[in-house]
């Protein structure tokens, strides 16, 4: 049983509890651009890539991971 009591009214309380316990977005190619995206709330990483080329993340909003993008040789 989780409780939250927002410190003000309930009226503008947000609250969010992250359930993806994967990685977002795997990248496994090559020439790959992700442009004006957001990605929120996961237990692991919004973006993982490994061993790729040519791969851009850009004007992208990323927030609530327990790591951001996560990059393996490449």
């Given at each position: 049983?989780?409780?939250?009591?927002?410190?003000?009214g309930?009226?503008?309380?947000?609250?969010?509890?992250?359930?993806?316990?994967?990685n977002?977005?795997?990248?496994?190619?090559?020439?790959?651009?992700?442009?004006?995206?957001?990605?929120?709330?996961?237990?692991?990483?919004?973006?993982?890539?490994?061993?790729?080329?040519?791969?851009?993340?850009?004007?992208?909003?990323?927030?609530?991971?327990?790591?951001?993008?996560?990059?393996?040789?490449?």
């Amino acid at each position: 049983i989780l409780y939250y009591y927002p410190e003000e009214g309930f009226a503008d309380a947000h609250f969010t509890i992250a359930s993806l316990d994967t990685n977002m977005v795997e990248v496994n190619a090559e020439y790959i651009t992700f442009d004006g995206l957001t990605f929120e709330s996961g237990r692991k990483a919004a973006i993982y890539s490994s061993n790729v080329s040519n791969f851009t993340v850009q004007n992208c909003i990323i927030r609530d991971f327990k790591f951001g993008i996560d990059i393996k040789g490449g």
